[in-house]
């Protein structure tokens, strides 16, 4: 399955045009960790930076599958167990 990862606040919105293939929605919660992995490793973790930012994980017919308040997530998570994610996720 196909799955894009959208960035959305109040103000703004970053579309993922090109999205990821997985094999099932393990696979897909474990490349949701591993991109806001990337996201903190590339951009920082301040929390008031990713206020009001979510991540929206949604399919190809553009149901929302996931979606996680980034501003949430403590910035010491360990984010490859899911352990501390558990608590900001919406599986839908």
Do not use: K
């Amino acid at each position: 399955m196909r799955c894009y990862f959208h960035l959305a606040s109040r103000h703004e919105s970053i579309p993922d045009s090109t999205g990821i293939e997985v094999a099932d929605l393990v696979e897909m919660q474990r490349q949701v960790m591993q991109t806001i992995e990337e996201l903190r490793q590339g951009v920082g973790f301040d929390e008031e930076d990713w206020r009001d930012w979510q991540l929206n994980v949604v399919d190809e017919a553009g149901n929302l599958l996931m979606a996680i308040q980034l501003d949430m997530l403590p910035a010491e998570a360990n984010l490859h167990d899911g352990g501390s994610a558990r608590v900001v996720t919406r599986m839908l």
